[in-house]
């Protein structure tokens, strides 16, 4: 049993303790067990009473004071989260009683039992902090050791004990503790005595307390002590700030200083003692805080202070230096030469009292300690008592020589600003401790709405925890959350979001993240080997938190399985589904789920995909050989040892004055807690806590004055079973409700359906997190689209809550409609979810639904359902007969989740039937209501009526129930079969160009991987970095009137508010660039579109400045500007065009008249629409920027255009170009939004720092990052196309308006992009008329494959609905129209290139082959024909895109040591062109052909691009700039080739061979230049090229729900000879993926007045694990020499997106099957006609309501009218 000192604290023990023990007897006896050891072996200084008293003189001491003690054995709670409780429970006032009584009679024992009292207090204080002593038995207890024991370093801090003794009771203690001057333990037990019992001291005594504590070095007291004596506004001086700032320093709390500094002295400098500003200058010497250093002297200067001396003089000088402010520093030693030149009276050292000399002079270096002391002790008192001020006087030289060199530590954070606000106030309690990745953090004061990713990112050096999404959805930012039970010595560890999980709550645990799984310094872990093996890291920023989600199953795995441990028990579905909650933008996901289910026992070796562990062909036992090992004992991490002991100590309460942080461990503290609370409206400043998840969707920005964590509360946090149910405390997470409803001796199959579905809420790190009373009580008061209630109201769960003490049960119908208890004091306890069990004679039925567009969770449902029936047999007519049903539906945008209380009634004692049915749907359409806010209302009704028809249809089919019955018919839940990717790629490699051509693995994947890959917010900044976050336009078009706050009052933290008014006159108002014009960086007087950058918010974090950001009031004006144009056919009615320049305009082909003139048919002015996308890079925009000397800047910027943004940047400042470095090592992803889009986020920042003289950095949120990118161009096209009845194309005419937003941006290369593509076809003619239109709608640009994926659709359109008006198959009319090379030559003139380059036929034949395509089509026809409710479509798609090459500098250094340094101007974006460019210089280098030159892969390093190092570096953009880089640095390598031969041959003269490092050595004793720069040029005539690939997909959808599943999807793409095949497999895979999520999933739209609608994770929904092709074939035709291309190879980044409109194609065909079958319900009724005729057009993207719509909205009922009246 654990001792009470570890235990709940004293107060609430003794509370407890009193309340369920009175008589005193009993205590009596349990107190004498206390004492003797007796069912209590662990209790501390108490028993040091036995060994200086009998315990008959101790009885005699007891009595009087009636102990009320414990409560007998101790009772232990099953906690949910994994902590167990002990109620055991102690009396502390009663039991310091007795000692004072002790002290009083028996003064001879003094000394002895000042020093147990002493102790005593200090285990009080100390139960929390420090390593338990365990005390067996009297024996065993050696008193006097124990101080030595202690950890004296551990600040202690305690909860406020009840009777604490009196005030001279502890002054007596203390001082006399003080007279033992020799024992500091003495000291520090009297300080946290004094901690503990609220600071009841008196203040006099203290300034021996600090001369004792400064002697001691305590540091961290002597803080403590100081600003206790602030708070009570007592030594407001000088000399105590002084000491204050010191013992700051010291503790290495500079920030903190520096905020005492800012708040208390530098406001008035006219007396502050130069040796107190001495000592600040010092700090922020030692800190490297520069710029506040020469900021001070220059106040100090406006004060006309005279510096004392020349060791000042010398530091600022030294400052300016190190700052490159050298004008600064020239003057500053001028002026000051006379003291330089020691000229000054005061340079030598003195130290005279402050009387005798002016503060000013006085050099503490000098001072001896003798002297400080003494002078101490004067100041001392002077402060304390006189309250005069007096001079700081405590520095001593030999304590500062030791800490000069060292940096702040930032494990022992305390964040100035956190700082300030306990600032007077009084500490007690316990602080807050955790470990992250074993290192042991101490945090002693926070804001508590302080995040943990905040925290990761800003306090420590682990870098991997990514901020993404900012609200849950995404999984960038997770963690392994590790917790202690110090009962059952086990550690429990999940994962959980960094980005929700307030700090505060973590306490006591460990956090691990990807650095800490493994790193280079430790070696990485098997997971970040694996990942990098199987090729699943492009840009990286997602990795990190994949590999984490990873870990956690593997943990999870070996944890359930402890008894065996080994990893075979995580399955290749665990394995899978652990990353389900994770997006990437980059891989397709296929080779991350390789990577995963290399880990699963059941995965067969042979069905992972393409990696470089093994080659194809090699036997299983080697394959398993190759993969780089894991052993879960080495592998998994292990739970830091001191934060076990402290655990075991402590008991997990934060200090609530400190943290404003409340952890009641019971209902009743929490209700005193909230009995505290006036009225109801205090609820709002306080706030209840468990997870914190639901600001993932709420966004709360209120600060609230105090944060209750209710997750400790054992009685929330219970599970308990029996035979009437389950009972779920409120603070239990989903997760764990999950595992309880579905453990295996559930006999419950409702739970266990519940369990099911619950499984599909959210993600798994938000389900290890969220509790179900938060979803609860969100759903009840936030009008939250919840499923818990939808699945709790249909099973008639019931909720107990409390308020006041007032107990309260409801049903679950009625919680939901009872007022908001957010609004009350109102608190959930439980939910109790009652046992369904069926009679024998009765049927139970239970089953959930939900729709969303992810199928296993990470999205809200469209709707949610629940339905529960009893039913049994009808003999007379052999149906089935509803006896009971509860029928639950929620999230459809009604206020909360309801009950079809009508439809039950209905079916309620009715045989079931095709009529009944038919009557209960209809009566459903009425009674679910979404609001008139809701989206797709219409469709939300239908799956409503879907899912009942679902419910009840098998039993009228069947005629009989089963509980797990199959659905018949053909609708399935997409959740029976779960996903399961299997991947069969061939890739060629080629060893021709050794190393080039090799599947090598990604330059620093592993680093990436582990999260050390730096990224632009990863960069460490100088301090005082400020932070910018953008105000943009909410109207299209209107006069800016005002920018500013609410109330004029800048919000907390703000610095400054940037417009175009602070761009320097000699600059201009450029925020981009481009080769077709520029554009603002700041709207000026007027906006022109939504989203429009109005002005930077700069503040002191990116917390306040995006909060600042959001709380600004643009005033506008509307009058006198005109209207906005806001559509394509406005600005053509309005002449708003952009002009495009004749060389950008693509030339028609033939003459359409002739052509139209030659159709046998031909279908005129169809209407088509595409809509945009956006980029959803994983990193959002990012730059940093800080002034550097002679008015510089060097500027890291996330972009794919440094040299563009550094034109910018200085055209914006009006400087020269050189004056602007633009750095960029890699980015999270750009697929062009990082081209135009980057630069006014790096020139804001610029010219932010430029303003503010300090580095500044942007890290744009997701939502303004949404709001601001513009995405794809949207675009109208009318088309008329004539063609032959067999299905030969003759002409097509279009008119296309495109979309390009308020700005020119690259728009004007739409046209042709558009054409490039589309001329895929041999249309025969071609004609078409297309506008660049201006609008007020947000500036769009390029997004991967800009044009060329809208016009490659386009074609495929067309060709479909020729097929389809001929009825003809659709892909025998692709065939017919597919160019040969001689039409070829006609639609592409030159850039058709050699005959033997057309490769696309060859591409088609191939793929009908590898992808069984025939057979597949016949397969989907009989699929179709036994299915009612699922079709499928099977379709083939070619693809043609055009790509160019384009100039590019490269450059190769060889250094002396034969490592090799390159820089090209291309940019890592997760392409792979680092790794191109490596091997191709390895190649390039190598044909030097010395020993050693083949493996020079490894000494190659690719270095950052850096705009003045790499000048003309233009931007990576177009596919093709990795060739380009890489022809630029294999020039460069042929040159150093050159240069080295001489030396070689010189070398080979007089021995037979030559080694690279021998042959580096004498080639630099040789003076031979070893670093070439080249420019590479492409030749005009070969300079673009075309690329080929073939994909078919085959699509099922669900004509219920209008869900589309990609059964598979196969692609051949013809790569030329691949530069790196794994490289370009990513590529294709990344490509076909992201456009499945622009013609399938993703919708970027923006509302009347042109402003960006979706706002993050929560509606934006890119592809997932589980929207993928379940089989992705993906093949890389290697197709031989290609003369002009770099080394025969060919882009893959953008052209293989073009593919995916296979799936749209072939979802097109499953939905005209569904029509067909639709057409052909004929019944008599006929009122269901949604479906008219087989023809229809099929938007982009398809996602489920349009499928659904086109399938019929009302398929149901018709089919259920066919059946009633056929
Ligand atoms: C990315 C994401 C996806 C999600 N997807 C789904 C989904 O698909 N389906 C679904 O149903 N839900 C979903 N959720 C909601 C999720 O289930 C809830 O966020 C979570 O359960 C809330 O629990 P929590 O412990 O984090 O609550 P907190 O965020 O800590 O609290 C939520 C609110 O409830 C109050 N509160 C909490 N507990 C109590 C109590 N016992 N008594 C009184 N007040 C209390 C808090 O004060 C706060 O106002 C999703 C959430 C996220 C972030
Ligand atoms: S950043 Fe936390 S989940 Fe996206
Ligand atoms: S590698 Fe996954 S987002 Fe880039």
Redesign the pocket.
Known sequence: MAGFSSLIPLKRAFTSATRNLTAPSASISVARNLFTGGGCDEIYGWFSISVMISKTVLWNFLNPYDLKLIVGEPGVFSHSNGIRKYNTLGNTGALTAPFHHLLRVNQTNKPAFLRVQSMSYQFVADSHASPKRIVKTEDEQDFSDSSKKENAETPRKHQIGENIPKKDKIKFLVNTLLDMEDNKEAVYGALDAWVAWERNFPIASLKRVIAILEKEHQWHRMVQVIKWILSKGQGNTMGTYGQLIRALDMDRRAEEAHVIWRKKIGNDLHSVPWQLCLQMMRIYFRNNMLQELVKLFKDLESYDRKPPDKHIVQTVADTYELLGMLDEKERVVTKYSHLLLGTASDDKPTRSSRKKKKPELRIPEAATEGAAKAELQEELKENLDNHQESEATTEKQSEHGADDASIPDLRTVCNGQWVLDMFGQKMAGEDLVFAVNGEKFEVLSVNPSTTL?EFLRSNTPFKSV?????????????VILSKYDPVLDQVEEYSI????TLLCSINGCSITTSDGLGNTEKGFHPIHKRFAGFHASQCGFCTP?MCISLYSALSKAHNSNNSQSSPDYLTALAAEKSIA?N?CRCTGYRPIADACKSFAADVDIEDLGFNSFWRKGESREEMFKKLPPYNPDKDLVTFPDFLKEKIKCQHNVLDQTRYHWSTPVSVAELQEILATTNSSKDRGLIKLVVGNTGT?YYKEEKQYGRYIDISHIPEMSMIKKDDRGIEIGAVVTISKVIDALMEENTSAYVFKKIGVHMEKVANH?IRNSGSIGGNLVMAQSKKFPSDITTLLLAADASVYMINAGRHEKLRMGEYLVSPPILDTKTVLLKVHIPSWIASSTTGLLFETYRTALRPIGSALPYINAAFLAVVSHDASSRGIIVDKCRLAFGSFGGYHSIRAREVEDFLTGKILSHSVLYEAVRLLKGIIVPSIDTSYTEYKKSLAVGFLFDFLYPLIESGSWDSERKHIDGHVDPTICLPLLSSAQQVFESKEYHSVGEAIIKFGAEMQASGEAVYVDDIASLPHCLHGAFIYSTKPLAWIKSVGFGGNVAPVGVMAVITFKDIPQVGQNIGYISMFGTGLLFADEVTISAGQIIALVVADTQKHADMAANLAVVEYDSRNIGTPVLSVEDAVKRSSLFEVPPEYYPEPVGDISKGMAEADRKIRSVELRLGSQYFFYMETQAALALPDEDNCLVVYSSTQSPEYTQSVIATCLGIPAHNVRVITRRIGGGFGGKAIKSMPVATACALAAKKMQCPVRIYVN?KTDMIMAGGRHPMKITYSVGFRSDGKLTALALNMLIDAGCDVDVSLVMPQNIMNSLRKYEWGALSFDIKVCKTNLPSRTSLRAPGEVQGSYIAESIIENVASSLNMDVDVVRRINLHNYESLSKFYKQVAGEPDEYTLPLLWDKLEISADFRRRVESVKEFNRCNIWRKRGISRVPIIHQVVHRPTPGKVSILNDGSVAVEVAGIEVGQGLWTKVQQMVAYGLGMIKCEGSEDLLERIRLLQTDTLSMAQSSYTAGSTTSENCCEAVRLCCSILVERLKPTMNQILENARSVTWDMLIQLAYAQSVDLSARTFYKPESSSAEYLNYGVGASEVEVDLVTGRTEIIRSDIIYDCGKSLNPAVDLGQIEGAFVQGIGFFMYEEYTTNENGLVNEEG?WDYKIPTIDTIPKQFNVQILNSGHHNNRILSSKASGEPPLLVAASVHCATRSAIREARKQYLSWNCDSGDHTDVSDIGFELPVPAIMPVVKQLCGLESVEKYLEWKTYP
Not at 471 to 476: L, N, S, V
Not at 497 to 500: A, E, F, I, Q, R
């Open positions: 990713l990514k901020l993404s999404c900012g609200e849950g959805g995404c999984g960038a930012c997770i979001n960094s980005c929700l938190g909650g997006l993932g790190f997701r994770t």
